[in-house]
């Protein structure tokens, strides 16, 4: 579904991707993997259509951009810009309905939905710039959530956020593999890619390896890669644990209601990072 071939991304002179070629198949959740300045972002968008490759190409079957929903790095976001959680989740539909235009009703469905499934109702009327760590990667997910899309790839979902979010964004993307959704995400951390991630992309500028966790992680992979002072601890890792992420009802209970409103879209380039 996610046929990438012979891929190389150069940044003017500087190449940041050689010579990828990774067929995903639709349905699949993958972790990218690799070190600092591995070409893990760029290599998402460049599959969003972000970053035109150098040379090789990504085909997306029928798909186009259009099916694809980002959740960039929390850092990347403005957040001091004046939005309430509303309307910055309610972006995510102007793919749909494009900006500036109210909410049928079906949208608003969608939209508590999405404050459901991050156990965020209740704070649609806050200010972006109010939220804590988590909350604001929960209202990531959200706003990725709304976009209802087929291919979902997200850029380091679960850095600086504590165990019980990371376990209830985990459920949220698990839900989303059981509808049928492709899920890419970038992940630093090796060993929630090992417990939670079928698949791994080992990326170091260049593929290193790409298929289930048991046969990238391994010590020489890990090595080649970057990891020298991880590889030889990667025989202890623990890759059997199956995902047991049930404490999103206990959260979602403790939070504040409230009714919504209808919304306006707004136009995420008005806060986030513009690619150069
Ligand atoms: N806009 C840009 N202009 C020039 N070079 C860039 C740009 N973006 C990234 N690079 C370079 O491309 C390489 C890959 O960057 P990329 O952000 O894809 O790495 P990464 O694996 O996501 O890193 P990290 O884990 O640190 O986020 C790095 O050497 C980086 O400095």
């Given at each position: 579904m996610?046929n990438?071939?012979?891929?190389?991304?150069?940044?003017?002179d500087?190449?940041?991707?050689n010579?990828?070629?990774?067929e995903?198949?639709?349905?699949?959740?993958?972790?990218?993997?690799?070190?600092n300045?591995?070409g893990?972002?760029?290599?998402?968008?460049?599959i969003?259509?972000?970053l035109e490759?150098?040379?090789?190409?990504?085909e997306l079957?029928?798909?186009?951009s259009?099916?694809?929903?980002?959740?960039?790095?929390s850092?990347?976001?403005?957040?001091?810009?004046?939005i309430t959680?509303?309307?910055?989740?309610?972006a995510?539909s102007?793919?749909?309905?494009?900006?500036?235009?109210?909410f049928?009703?079906s949208?608003?469905?969608?939209?508590?939905?999405a404050l459901n499934k991050?156990?965020?109702?209740?704070f649609?009327?806050?200010q972006?710039?109010t939220?804590?760590?988590g909350?604001?990667?929960r209202?990531?997910?959200?706003?990725?959530?709304?976009?209802?899309?087929?291919?979902?790839?997200?850029?380091?979902?679960?850095?600086?956020i504590?165990?019980?979010?990371?376990m209830?964004?985990?459920n949220?993307?698990?839900?989303?593999?059981q509808?049928?959704?492709?899920?890419i995400?970038v992940?630093h951390?090796?060993l929630l890619?090992?417990?939670?991630?079928?698949?791994?992309?080992?990326l170091?500028?260049e593929?290193?390896a790409?298929?289930?966790v048991k046969?990238?992680?391994?010590?020489?992979?890990?090595?080649?890669?970057?990891?020298q002072?991880?590889?030889?601890i990667?025989?202890?890792m623990?890759?059997?644990?199956?995902l047991?992420?049930?404490?999103?009802?206990?959260?979602s209970s403790?939070?504040?209601k409230?009714?919504s409103t209808h919304i306006?879209?707004?136009?995420p380039?008005h806060y986030e990072?513009?690619?150069?």
């Open positions: 996610i990438i071939l012979n891929l190389c991304v150069n940044y003017k500087s190449p940041a991707l010579n990828i070629s990774v995903i198949k639709k349905g699949q959740l993958i972790a990218i993997v690799g070190a300045g591995a893990k972002s760029t290599l998402l968008k460049a969003m259509g972000q490759p150098s040379s090789g190409f990504i079957g029928v798909l186009t259009k099916d694809i929903a980002y959740l960039p790095q850092h990347k976001i403005d957040r001091k810009f004046p959680v509303k309307d910055f989740i309610s995510g102007w793919k749909r309905i494009g900006f500036w235009k109210k049928s009703s949208e608003n469905e969608l939209l508590q939905q991050v156990s965020l109702e209740g649609e009327e806050r972006i710039s939220l804590s760590g909350q604001f990667q209202m990531l997910f959200a706003r990725m959530l709304m976009q209802d899309a087929d291919i979902l790839l997200l850029d380091e979902p679960f850095t600086a504590d165990t019980q979010t990371t209830d964004l985990m949220v993307i698990n839900d989303c593999q509808q049928g959704k492709t899920i995400t992940i951390d090796l890619v090992s417990r939670f991630f079928p698949n791994v992309i080992l170091a500028k593929l290193i790409y298929g289930s046969t990238v992680m391994t010590s020489d992979n890990l090595s080649k890669a970057g990891y002072h991880l590889a030889y990667s025989h202890t623990d890759i059997s644990t199956p047991t992420a049930d404490s999103h009802n206990e959260v403790s939070l504040p409230k009714n306006h879209c707004t136009n380039a990072e513009k690619i150069s």
